[in-house]
């Protein structure tokens, strides 16, 4: 059974404030709703022991994570989720 696509909306209510042009970028990942959760998750970890991620992201997750670690609200502390 295949998932449902990923929508500008799933990812606008994961990683508030990106622009069209990133969420089109991770769109075209071709990312489950699960794995750009597991992403939110390492992010939300990072910021928690101070950039240290306890497992590595494979795949579509792993594209999603360079995405937003090009953008400095996420590779920062200080990340608008």
């Known amino acids: 059974m295949s998932q449902p696509p990923v929508t500008s909306d799933d990812v606008s ?3 508030r404030g990106l622009g069209a042009e990133q969420i089109a970028e991770i769109i075209a990942t071709g990312a ?3 794995e750009l959760e597991q ?4 992010i939300d ?9 306890e ?3 494979a795949g579509a997750a ?5 995405v937003l670690m090009a953008d400095p609200r996420f590779a920062g502390d200080n990340h608008d989720r």
Do not use: H, K
């Open 13 to 15: 209510r994961l990683f």
């Open 32 to 34: 489950s709703v699960a």
């Open 39 to 42: 992403v939110a998750a390492v």
């Open 45 to 53: 970890q990072m910021n928690d022991v101070m950039g240290e991620m």
């Open 55 to 57: 497992r590595p992201l």
């Open 62 to 66: 792993a594209r999603v994570y360079d």
